[in-house]
């Protein structure tokens, strides 16, 4: 199943250096592990904002759930997510 998600990070200005750049660090690790397992297929930066677009590839609502809430900026971002659907007008589908 695929997924569009937005995620909008706001980490609060008053957190430690040394705290923010673990979480940082530890949440790169993280997505890319994601990425190399072919579940996070599409990770794109918003133009100007602390935020992504990204496409999961995930078998269930559960899975991608589970996914996100494993992310180390998890309590810190504000998600949207879309569930997608095959168009009836894509030539590729
Ligand atoms: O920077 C972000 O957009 C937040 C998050 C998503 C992947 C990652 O490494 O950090």
Redesign the pocket.
């Known amino acids: 199943m695929l997924f569009h998600v937005r995620?909008?990070?706001r980490i609060p200005h008053d957190m430690d250096a040394e705290v923010k750049a673990d979480i940082?660090a530890r949440?790169?690790a993280?997505?890319?592990e994601v990425q190399r397992s072919g579940r996070?297929p599409h990770?794109w930066?918003?133009v100007g904002e602390?935020?992504?677009i990204?496409i999961f590839d995930v078998e269930s609502n559960d899975a991608l759930h589970e996914l996100l809430s494993g992310?180390p900026?998890f309590p810190y971002?504000d998600i949207a997510v879309t569930p997608l659907a095959k168009h009836p007008s894509d030539v590729n589908a």
């Open positions: 995620m909008e990070v940082v949440e790169k993280f997505a890319q996070w990770l930066r918003v602390y935020a992504n990204s992310l900026l971002m």
